[in-house]
Structures are given as C-alpha cells and as structure tokens.
C-alpha cells in the first residue's frame, strides 16, 4: 500500500491478445465506467475504460496496441490529477516513495515541472505482497555489476545535472511529472524506444523559449525497485535500445546544442551528453583497436601504453567505489559488511571486460539507429523472488 492520501492507479491494457483484460475483470471487479476525457494528445484507439467496483481508485484502460509510449499517452488523457507518475508495470514503489517524491511540487508549487527518484535493484531480494520485505544482493555477477551502474548513474550522474537544472532523463520506471507541463510538450513520442528522455528533454526546451521559470528535480531518497537483465542475450537488447533512444533524443533537438537560450541544457547538459555519453563508446572502442596496433608499428610506448590502461582502470573503479560508499553512509540499504565488499569487488570487475561488451552494444546501436531499429526485444523476468 502506498502512504499518499489521494492517488488513483490507471492500468492500460495496450492491446494484449492473452487473456489479460479478462483476468482484470475477473480480479478487481471491474465494471464499465462512463468517465469522459479529452483526446489532449493522440493514442491509438481507446476501447473501453473500466472501474474496480472493489478498489475505487483503479481504473483500467483497453486499447489498441501502440506500445508503451502510446500507453502512457493514453494514460495521461484519463487522468484526473494534475501530476501523473509514470512507472512500469514491474515497478515496485517502497511505500512512502510518492510521499517522497512530490516535496519538490509541494515546496515549488507551479515552478517543479518534474522530478525523479532513484532505481534499485530488486533481484534477489525478497518481494512479498507487492513490497520488498528483505534486501538481499543478487547471487549472479551480471545484475551485481548492475547494481554499481546504477549507484553510480543515479547518485553521481543524475544528482550533479539536477543541481544545474539540467537533468535529461527521468527513468521511465518512476518519474513524477506535471500533467499540463508534459501535454503542452506533446505528451511521449511514440516513434522513439527512448520516450522518457524525450519527453523531459521537450519539456525543457518548451519551457526555456517560453521563458518560463522552471525546475526538473531529482530526489535520492525515493526508491523504485526494479528487476534487470540477469543474461548477457536480455542485457544487449536493453543497452542498444538505450542507446538508440540517447542518439534519436539528441538527434532530434540537436537545434538546441550550444544555444545560450536553452541556458545550461544547451550550454552543458546536451553537448556533455553527446560527447560523454553518446559519442564516447567509438572514442573508447578506437582506444582499445588503436593503442596495441600504434604499439606494434612502434609509434607507441608499451610502458606508456600500459600506465595509461591501469591509470584509466583506477579511475574507472574509483567513481565506482565511491557511488557505493556514498550510498552505504548515506541510505544503508545492504547493512552487511560483506555486502558492501561484494559491491566494491563488481566495482572491479565491472571494467574487466564487461565495461567493453557493453561499449560494443553501444558503438552497435548506432547502425541499428541508422537502419530505424525501432524494437524492444523482450525481457525476460526471473530474479524476483516473490511470496
């Protein structure tokens, strides 16, 4: 149960062919509603929309298959209140995240357009009833790798470009946003597999050459947990589709790169982006193709080739290993010290050959990007234990 004193929970059912809308029904009691709404952003045909005559506060959507921006577009047309929370369907929200995330709105009403929280790791923790009972680590290397990741990502990368109102992303599994804000924008993007970052990337450049004062917040301590990709096979898909959506967001407003009028987005967040995160994988893959072939055409120091790697190596491991100190003083969620050594060891080993497959996966999406590689692939779900 979520500790927030007025929500409702909208279900879409974009399309499913198995079953599902039935199984609702079934379920939660659901009845037909006559709830109207206005068509303020295009979705593909809406069917029927459905009350839970045994949870007032749920409503269900059916409609035609459009994928899940599309959904969401759905979604935001029904909604009653003025901010909408966006998660996946495997989201799940620690009780008091909402209450947590919505300070921003509450301390700036009319000036936080949006604001996120922070994705956690749920594989191997113990899930019962819709909640995280226990937090346990992964047993398997893969989505402990992932765990640094994402330490890293949310409480270094996304806490540093919130200070300068210039957070990007918002991670689709959880994000708060102000529903007029983001139907003004256009609501999500359907023909993009990144709608997340593009939906507050259009957010801000609305907002800024309208000159309105603003803020996009990112809040560390709500908490979202989340399962990942426990093979290398489910792991690609999800990383080049990452990746593609970073290309396309930055491709399709790259008419705001260097602009002084979208401030520090233009001026810093955008061109860091595309320099250290979209472009840095080919600059990375060159190094490792350049660096033994300048070597053996003796146009390189082998001692200096060598001091660089381990040098680039510690750094790589040290940003690591403080996200995981800093989020062990901070928030504590593994209390175990061997824990927080297992945490530091993947810091290590996340940049001993994973790091360069996942390089790989990037450097790859840029020919899907170029070929209109619109696909999800699916994700495989087994790391959930729940009771």
């Known amino acids: 149960m979520l500790d927030y004193p007025l929500f409702e929970v909208i279900l879409i059912n974009d399309g499913s062919s198995d079953g599902t809308l039935e199984r609702l029904k079934s379920r939660f009691d659901l009845r037909p509603s006559e709830r109207s709404y206005e068509l303020a952003v295009a979705c593909q045909p809406i069917r029927g929309i459905y009350e839970s005559a045994a949870y007032p506060n749920l409503v269900v959507i059916d409609k035609a298959n459009g994928g899940k921006a599309d959904a969401l577009n759905a979604g935001l047309n029904v ?11 495997d989201s799940i929200l ?20 949006a604001a996120g929280g922070v994705i956690r790791v749920a594989n191997g923790c113990d899930v019962r009833s819709g909640r995280v009972r226990t937090v346990r680590l992964a047993r398997r290397v893969l989505p402990l790798v992932q765990i640094v990741e994402y330490l890293r990502a949310f409480l270094f990368g996304r806490m ?11 991670s689709g599994a959880f994000g708060l946003f102000e529903r007029r804000a983001a139907l003004l924008a256009g609501g999500y993007t359907t023909s ?17 050459e309208e000159g309105r004062p603003y803020r996009v917040e990112f809040v560390p301590d709500p908490v979202c947990w989340t399962e990942v990709p426990e093979s290398l096979r489910v792991l690609r898909r999800q990383r080049t589709r990452w990746h593609r959506g970073l290309i396309d967001t930055m491709w399709r407003h790259r008419a705001m790169l260097g602009r002084p009028r979208y401030g520090s987005v233009g001026l810093a967040a955008m061109p860091g982006f595309v320099v250290f995160e979209m472009v840095s994988p080919i600059v990375e893959l060159s190094g490792y193709l350049l660096m033994p072939l300048l070597w053996a055409l003796g146009s390189l120091s082998l001692a200096f080739s060598i001091t660089f790697l381990v040098i680039a190596l510690l750094y790589a491991v040290l940003v690591s290993v403080l996200a995981v100190l800093l989020d062990d003083i901070t928030f504590r969620r593994y209390p175990r010290i061997r824990d927080l050594g297992l945490l530091i060891l993947a810091a290590v080993v996340e940049n001993l050959g994973y790091r360069q497959l996942t390089v790989w996966w990037r ?12 696909s999800w692939g699916a994700m495989e779900r087994r790391g959930v234990r729940a009771g």
């Open 363 to 374: 450097v790859r999406s840029f020919w899907e990007f170029w070929r209109g590689d619109l």
């Open 160 to 170: 540093g470009w919130a200070g300068g109102n210039s957070l990007l992303i918002i």
């Open 192 to 208: 993009t597999v990144g709608e997340d970052m593009e939906l507050v990337v259009k957010i801000h450049r609305r907002l800024r």
């Open 94 to 113: 620690e009780s008091d995240a909402l209450l947590r995330l919505v300070r921003p709105f509450v301390e700036a009403p009319g000036i936080t357009v």
């Open 79 to 89: 909604a009653l209140y003025p901010l909408f929370c966006g998660i996946d369907a």
